[in-house]
C-alpha cells in the first residue's frame, strides 16, 4: 500500500565517448525535488564533450512492504537514489526511481539501465522521519552458540 510521495526531478548526462565499440555514454547523475512548475524536459547544459538535462514528472513513492529496503538505504555509508532508465528519440530518459535498496538491486539485476545516485538531503530528511513514523526494525539475530 503506498503511503507517501515525492515529485521529484533527474539530471541525466550523455557523455562523448572515443572508443571502438560506443560514441556515448548515458547516465542519471543527480535527483532533486521538483516543487512544480518544470517542463518536463530542459537542457541545462551542451557541448560536444557532455550534455545536462533535467527531467521531471516522476515520483519517489514509499510502500508499506518496502520498509527493509528504505532502512537498509538510509543506514548506508552512503545512501542512494536509484533510477532506472530507457532510450527515447535519441535520449536516456528516466522511466522509474526508488529509494528502496531492494528495489535498486532489483532495476540492477533487471538487465535495464540504471544508477545509483547520491541521496540529496531533502530527500534523505523525508525517508527518514516516514520510517521514523512507519517502521521498527527487526531485531537482528547473531550467531547462535550452543
Not at 516543487?35 to 527531467?55: A, H, K
Not at 532506472?84 to 535498486?104: F, I, K, N
Not at 539485476?109 to 512507519?134: C, F, H, K, Q
Amino acid at each position: 500500500m503506498k503511503m507517501a510521495s515525492m515529485p521529484i526531478a533527474v539530471i541525466m548526462q550523455r557523455r562523448a565517448l572515443q572508443h571502438r565499440w560506443a560514441d556515448e555514454a548515458w547516465s542519471a547523475v543527480g535527483v532533486v525535488p521538483d516543487r512544480g512548475n518544470l517542463p518536463r524536459l530542459q537542457i541545462l547544459g551542451e557541448s560536444q564533450e557532455r550534455d545536462y538535462y533535467l527531467v521531471s514528472g516522476l515520483e519517489l513513492e514509499l510502500y508499506t512492504d518496502e520498509h527493509e529496503g528504505y532502512y537498509e538505504n538510509v543506514i548506508a555509508p552512503e545512501s542512494k537514489v536509484f533510477v532506472l532508465w530507457r532510450m527515447e528519440d535519441g535520449r536516456a530518459m528516466p522511466a522509474r526511481a526508488s529509494v528502496s535498496y531492494v528495489e535498486g538491486t532489483r532495476m540492477f539485476d533487471s538487465g535495464e539501465s540504471a544508477d545509483g545516485v547520491t541521496m540529496p538531503a531533502e530527500i534523505y530528511a523525508w525517508v527518514a522521519g516516514y520510517l521514523r513514523e512507519n517502521y521498527t526494525p527487526k531485531p537482528r539475530r547473531g550467531r547462535q552458540h550452543g
